[in-house]
């Protein structure tokens, strides 16, 4: 269809088409937000561009910066205004990244439809607007729409409760047009979401309330019920919330993806503090339900925050032909692959480990791992000792190339490795076998930001200009 397409919209016929298609060349440049709130530098959170063109001049380096003008935002995840969602609307293009702003609750609207290369700021979306038209704040996903609006998921209330409500904005304004959700219930606690009309259903999972998680992770809090564990499950076509799958006290169901094929009644979630990937599931009642179907097992150690380490899985993946599935363990410091053919028995095919918390040489002592025989070597790049552990993957469109970010959320990367902080974060890509499964980092790669002109920056997540397996659904 793409090929024959000669006017159509954002994105790709299929995601298939968007893997295969040789309308999608290889991505040659990147944004990823970078955060100086928590590092002790009193300067703007930035936009990021980056050059992994190997055939570039400036290959792995930031050849743009794009400074918001207010301190502390604390930039988060990205989204589009426009995406494969829209793909038969030939009036709309991908030319506006939504930058929502986890702790001061702003929106910017970023330009880089005009030059690509040097985004500009398009527009920003004042915290009051959210406050006083939706009562929500702290604003984490956006995802844009079929109906050319923008879906963005809530923390919080503006007092920093937990609430799990959304705001619209207008897809050509930019405007604050009200809550997505319609009706009295809404969940206690929000964080990501991804919706799929063909099976009328919008998923979001929870994090924790944003005046307690604001400032680091207290372990006493899950035990008070200010953190989560359930997937909330809403009507698509009436914006009510309709279900709630409960994974477990303590889980923290965090990044949520339905495969990519739009027929699919499926997907998986990562747990950050159980450690275990959910494959969640339409049932024959209609209903929907969750299996454990991957756990990674906790370390017993000394010398840490607790005698039990999990593996803390903070982001995951799905590459466009629905075959592999990634996440990452921020804590114990590997990026895993898994074969899902058959999703209810995913198959470790790959692993790498990248740093993290149980390294040779640290302050931790492993004393019982189920997994490993030794504690991993520090990992080392380009003469560099990376800090911090994987965290935020992105995955090349035809699935060979796994790009990686070491940094969660400032007042954790803070709490938990200061090192990163004090050096700031990097960007890394790991090679991917996608015949047989297997990763092997790519030695020739490295964006050091700690050798930023304005002091060490932590980079969060990573987005390419044509859309992405993270962003982009298909209807």
Known sequence: RSAKCGACGPGYATPLDAMKGKYCPREEIVYLPCIYRNTGVEKPDYLATVDVDPQSPHYCQVIHRLPMPNLKDELHHSGWNACSSCFGDATKRRNRLILPSLISS??????????????????????????????????HTSHCL???????????????????????????????????????????????????PRHNVLMSTEWGAPKVLADGFNPA?????????????????THTYIQAVDLGKGSIPLEIRFLHNPDAAEGFVGCALSAAVHRF???????????????????????????????????????????????????????????????RKPKLVGQVFLGGSITKGGPVTVLEDKELQHQPEPFVIKGKRVPGGPQMIQLSLDGKRLYVTSSLYSGWDKQFYPDLVKEGSVMLQIDVDTERGGLKVNKNFLVDFGKEPDGPVLAHEIRYPGGDCTSDIWM
Not at 115 to 132: C, G, Q
Not at 222 to 232: A, P, Q
């Open 106 to 139: 702003r929106i910017y609207v970023v330009d880089v439809g005009t030059d690509m290369r040097a985004p500009r700021i398009h527009k920003i979306v004042e915290p009051v607007e959210l406050f006083w038209k939706g009562n929500v704040a702290n604003p």
């Open 281 to 343: 599931y339409k049932t024959e009642k209609g209903d929907w339900a969750a299996e454990k179907v991957i756990e990674v097992p906790s370390k017993k150690v000394q010398g840490w925050l607790l005698p039990d380490m999990p593996g803390l899985i903070t982001d995951i993946l799905i590459s466009l032909d629905d075959r592999f599935l990634y996440f990452s363990n921020w804590l114990h410091g590997d990026i895993r692959q898994y074969d899902i053919s058959d999703t």
């Open 221 to 237: 809090d899950v035990e008070r019920g200010h953190y989560g564990h359930r997937i909330n499950v809403w009507d698509w076509s």
């Open 146 to 196: 079929g109906s050319g609006d923008i879906l963005v998921s809530c923390l919080g209330d503006p007092s920093g409760n937990g609430k799990g409500g959304f705001i619209l904005l207008d897809g050509e304004t930019f405007e604050v047009k009200g809550n997505w959700e319609n009706g009295e219930k809404v969940p206690p606690l929000g964080y990501d979401f991804w919706y799929q």
